[in-house]
């Protein structure tokens, strides 16, 4: 099995479009941070602006963590369409080439084959994540330095010490990590679907976005069926930001997601074991 994710790997990474994701952050997250750093104080005062009435702020509140806090607020939603990219192709990639029917045909069992491209596909996902994490959080500890972080949220404000901010990120990029590995997975499934990535690609992120605005219409029947919606749990990463932490949620949130993982690679192995190579 290692070896055959070794080759998977060597096929995902020999495909310009895998580097997309990772020149993408690397150059959109330092212009957002480079922007911040520009704008310097008018940025913090712009964040707090509803609150200066009320309150006085002393320290370096404008620092990585922050930056990093509202990165990642904002780029999870769109990391998707760069999973996709490669998630999309794997199987569809074979079609495309014509080679499905000598894969198949290895002396190694189907379920092997294909556990190989989604562990392969995985790694990918996680390698990305931990590719905004080092981007977001270290060059702007870097640029920007240490300090307390601010969370606003709708019915509190939480400050967050020094000392008690960083395993919140690090818990934070690993439910973020797990969020994405959703949508891999389902880029993964509709990959046995269709010879073509452009299929996979277009329809994950259909899905995602359909299932993004039925989540914020305020429509009883939509309202029920958002708790059964992958997507309703993506930003979750923010629970390990409220203080004191939902561990209830929070494991809920995890189970709920990989279950979405394990019922797509189901019915991907499904697929691909009843697929025909002779057509």
Known sequence: MLTLVRIELYKIFKKWRTYIGFIAIA?????????????????????TRNLQQSFVFVGNLLN??????????SLVIHIPFLITLVAGDLLAGEATAGTYRLLITRPVSRFKILSSKFLSGIIYTNLLVLWLAVISLGL????????????????????????????????????ASLSMMVVASLAFLFSSLVESAIG????TMAIIIAFIIISAIDID???????????????????????????????????????????FFGVTVYIFHKKDILT
Do not use: C
């Not at 990585?64 to 607020?73: F, P, Q």
């Not at 996979?200 to 329809?203: A, D, E, N, Q, R």
């Not at 997507?231 to 979750?236: E, I, N, V």
């Open 140 to 175: 702007g500890i870097i640029i920007f330095g240490v300090g307390e972080l601010i969370v606003i949220k709708s019915s509190s404000i939480i400050i967050f010490p020094k000392y008690d901010i960083f395993w919140r990120f690090l818990f934070g990029y690993s439910f």
């Open 200 to 203: 996979p690609i277009v329809s």
């Open 27 to 47: 150059v959109l997250v330092p212009v957002i941070q480079l922007a911040i750093l520009a704008e310097g104080e008018r940025s913090l005062d712009f964040m």
């Open 64 to 73: 990585g963590y922050l930056i990093s806090y509202i990165i990642l607020n």
């Open 221 to 263: 029947i939509f309202q029920k069926i958002k708790p059964f919606l992958f997507t309703t749990y993506m930003s979750s990463w923010r629970l390990f930001f409220d203080n004191p932490l939902d561990v209830s949620k929070i494991i809920e949130s995890i189970l709920i997601l990989t279950g979405h993982i394990l019922v």
